[in-house]
């Protein structure tokens, strides 16, 4: 039996689904599973899976959860950019990663796969991509969700030091059929009406469905505990990558690019906003100071050890097209 935590989420969905078409035996552990649809999972490959209702932050609920379970997905986590959830964010990926690694040893769980981020991740300070060896470091476009992800990682190393049998993956920004794609279909709908700027900067992509297969390989590979995998397909500047999106929705691509200064005053604006109208904003006071940062990342120690080959962005993004109707 595999725990997976998180699995009513975006990418845990489509972790379950993989897990289903392989065979497997799931516990997906949710806190609100009554508003989840459950029906596209019904009769997926040879698969079972069973669905707990529980807390991350709740130690008891993991305990009871854990009876039966050999091996542990955990995915659960809290992405944030907005101030007033951050002490949420930070319960919820550090405390709630401390009390599941706790109940993991307890129980003696076989094998843990960390879900984690490249936010937790060391950033080149050069052109060069960074890599499963660069060093975290804090500096001033560091953001509370890097944080807590990286202190999240910190828990899993603790657990490690105590014997439990873990390996940690950082996916890039992931990208894929599936989710809550609003702001994603809007920046659509803007390209294809003919958006005429973009943001400066570079980012590391990875689809949904090329995350979901590696957790899935490096749940089953006997691999040395305390192993990470960064997963990124490709490193794209934000230029090219709204150039991607125009070409698979049939729009021009933006010729100009935004200024700095505009974006950074952009952020806090959008951020007040939105605490008046109750949507999230599409840029935060804090996600203002990464405009112009270079996140670039290499994901091919997984290629290289473990055979895994990525489908091309441009590919996720004509899949994600086929779910946008403007």
Not at 17 to 45: I, N, T, Y
Request: aromatic share 8%.
């Amino acid at each position: 039996m595999i725990l997976l935590t998180g699995g009513s989420g975006f990418l845990g969905k489509h972790i379950l689904k993989e897990l289903l078409l392989q065979g497997e035996q799931v516990r997906v552990m949710c806190r609100h599973p009554e508003a989840v649809d459950w029906s596209p999972f019904e009769a997926l490959g040879s698969g079972k899976y069973e669905v707990f209702q529980g807390d991350i932050l709740d130690p008891y609920a993991i305990q009871e959860a854990l009876e039966g379970v050999k091996q542990v997905i955990h995915c659960a986590a809290l992405v944030s950019f907005v101030k007033k959830e951050r002490p949420l964010m930070y319960r919820i990926n550090v405390e709630g990663t401390a009390n599941l690694v706790d109940a993991c040893l307890l129980s003696q769980v076989e094998k843990f796969v960390h879900i984690s981020s490249i936010a937790a991740v060391g950033n080149s300070q050069d052109d060069s991509p960074a890599d499963e060896k660069t060093r975290w470091k804090k500096d001033r476009q560091t953001t509370h969700y890097s944080i807590t992800k990286y202190q999240a990682e910190k828990e899993v190393y603790r657990g490690i030091a105590e014997g439990l049998n873990a390996v940690i993956c950082n996916p890039g920004v992931i990208i894929g059929p599936g989710a809550d794609n609003k702001t994603t279909f809007k920046l659509f709908a803007r390209i294809k009406k003919g958006l005429k700027y973009y943001p400066e900067g570079t980012n590391s992509y990875v689809s949904v469905s090329d995350c979901a297969k590696a957790v899935f390989l490096l749940l089953k590979k006997d691999l040395k505990s305390g192993e990470r995998y960064i997963l990124v397909s490709e490193i794209i500047p934000y230029k090219d990558y709204v150039g991607l999106i125009a070409k698979v929705v049939g729009g021009k691509a933006p010729a100009t690019r935004i200024p700095k200064l505009l974006l950074r005053i952009a952020g806090p604006l959008a951020e007040i906003f939105s605490s008046k109208s109750q949507g999230p904003p599409i840029i935060s006071a804090e996600t203002s100071r990464l405009v112009g940062a270079k996140f670039i990342f290499s994901g091919q120690k997984i290629t290289r050890e473990l055979g895994f080959s990525y489908t091309s962005i441009e590919d996720t993004l004509r899949e994600i097209a086929k779910e946008f109707k403007g």
